[in-house]
């Protein structure tokens, strides 16, 4: 099993998602920044490593906001999400195609990476603040 750990950023009423770049597994489906977490790393820094590498933001991790274990037909992962806020920088597409803040209501709009779907179930019902 791969430990997956990704991030709820929020601005005001929008939270932060990303979409993949058409070369990788799910390709151009969105999903909240991360990645996986390498050995001899906690989760949380292996959260901050992601958003550096992906967005060139540093950010505080903080609670876990759900986790969830889902088989694709190439991995199985388990995915923790974390709430996170940015303490410095301005996310930048360094790994993804497309960057947009959306709120709860307008999930719908996007196609996300199926490890997400109970996470998004999830935010539509309790809007997923802190």
Not at 73 to 98: A, C, K, M, N
Not at 108 to 127: M, N, S, T, V, W
Request: glycine letters at 8%; a negative charge; one cysteine or more.
């Amino acid at each position: 099993m791969t430990e997956v750990v990704a991030a709820l950023l929020w601005r005001g009423e929008r939270f932060l998602i990303c979409r993949r770049p058409a070369h990788k597994a799910r390709g151009l489906l969105w999903e909240f920044v991360g990645g996986k977490v390498e050995p001899g790393e906690t989760p949380q820094a292996a959260l901050a490593r992601e958003c550096r590498e992906e967005l060139a933001v540093d950010i505080q991790v903080g609670d876990a906001y759900m986790e969830v274990t889902h088989t694709y037909p190439d991995l199985t992962v388990h995915l923790t999400l974390y709430h996170g806020s940015i303490v410095r920088g301005e996310p930048q597409r360094l790994e993804h195609t497309d960057l947009r803040w959306i709120t709860p209501a307008e999930i719908p709009q996007y196609d996300f990476c199926p490890a997400d779907e109970a996470i998004l179930a999830r935010l539509r019902k309790d809007g997923g603040r802190p």
